[in-house]
């Protein structure tokens, strides 16, 4: 065997957990761990040892506010569009949510304001955490090369069916707490101009970008997305420890697509590519999945086997 056909096997060898030495399936591609050895050393008969647990991730709690949650990065609109969805808020010193002291022109609409901002928030928070418990689950799986594939099947179609289910609705009723927020936003602004006075911590143009962009649904449809592409993550998992390489696949692509910002997503998409020999889109994956996370030595030592041009 050449040294490119030994590569390779020891490619998908690294790659395999013990989902994918017992069923010979798509877990041996999906199941990227960073570390595992990508080369033809091992002695087929030493001992082999065993695997270091990895450390337990907590889950986060509900009234944990993250810096950043990734989940509701929504592709293809203004981030002043999406910032109110984004703990802390990221444009709230813009648009009216970072409750500013105003006893002039257009106090009253603010106040009115902030109730739909604190429940507002509370669903927001909400969603973020049920995503970001089916996500460390990925995690633990993606870290753990597999192991226990059964009770990750089950906790995987446990998480991924109504926890998404109610994120998807708490997020939905966020977008119309936001949108009747911006109304008094807007009275509130307009109140100030018309006084001639500037009202703080809030632009009208962020204001009415957001708010055009509530009306016309393209808010509703991207959350529809990203958490459909959560869901399509979990199903892509579930299937390949089914063995079930074609719809493992044909899942992972929708969460590739809808989790460009998400590492594990696109290592996954590119393993599974791989076991189905279409090397340029595995590659195009485990590219993407390296600019979001430069420390995956087996995904650098793919690309430096497959990502060369052909000669």
């Known amino acids: 065997m050449s040294w490119r056909g030994l590569t390779a096997l020891a490619l998908v060898l690294a790659l395999a957990g013990p989902t994918g030495a017992a069923a010979g399936g798509p877990a041996a591609a999906a199941s990227i761990k960073p570390g595992a050895r990508l080369g033809p050393k091992a002695d087929p008969k ?17 009234d944990q506010k993250p810096d950043r949650l990734p989940f509701l ?19 709230r010193a813009v648009d009216g949510g970072a409750k500013p002291p105003w006893d002039g022109a257009g106090s009253a609409q603010l106040r009115i304001s902030e109730d739909s901002l604190d429940k507002r928030q509370e669903l927001v928070l909400s969603a973020a955490a049920a995503v970001d418990r089916l996500m460390a689950l ?12 059964s009770n990750a ?21 966020a977008l119309k707490l936001e949108e009747r927020r911006l109304f008094f936003i807007q009275k509130a602004l307009d109140a100030a101009a018309e006084a001639g006075e500037a009202l703080p911590g809030a632009k009208l143009e962020v204001v009415e970008k957001r708010a055009a962009a509530l009306r016309d649904g393209k808010l509703a449809a991207a959350v529809d997305r990203r ?3 959560y869901r399509a993550l979990a199903a ?31 290592v996954y998409l590119g393993s599974l590519y791989y076991l189905f020999q279409e ?20 995904v650098k030592a793919a690309l430096k086997e497959y990502g060369r041009k052909p000669r």
């Open 46 to 62: 030493a001992e082999p040892k065993a695997a270091a647990a990895p450390e337990p991730r907590a889950e986060p709690k509900a």
């Open 73 to 91: 990065v929504l592709e293809g609109l203004d981030p002043e569009v999406t910032g109110f969805l984004f703990l802390p808020g990221s444009t």
């Open 138 to 149: 990925v995690q633990r799986f993606y870290d753990s090369g597999g192991t226990e594939p």
């Open 153 to 173: 099947r089950a906790r995987l179609k446990e998480l991924s069916g109504a926890p998404l289910d109610e994120a998807r609705a708490a997020l939905l009723q």
């Open 227 to 229: 958490i459909g592409a």
């Open 236 to 266: 892509g998992l579930v299937h390949f420890i089914d063995n079930d390489r074609f719809a493992a696949l044909e899942n992972m692509k929708v969460a590739g697509e809808g989790l460009p910002d998400v590492a594990v997503a696109q």
């Open 279 to 298: 090397i340029t889109p595995a590659v195009a994956a485990w590219k993407r999945a390296l600019d979001l996370d430069p420390t995956n030595e087996v």
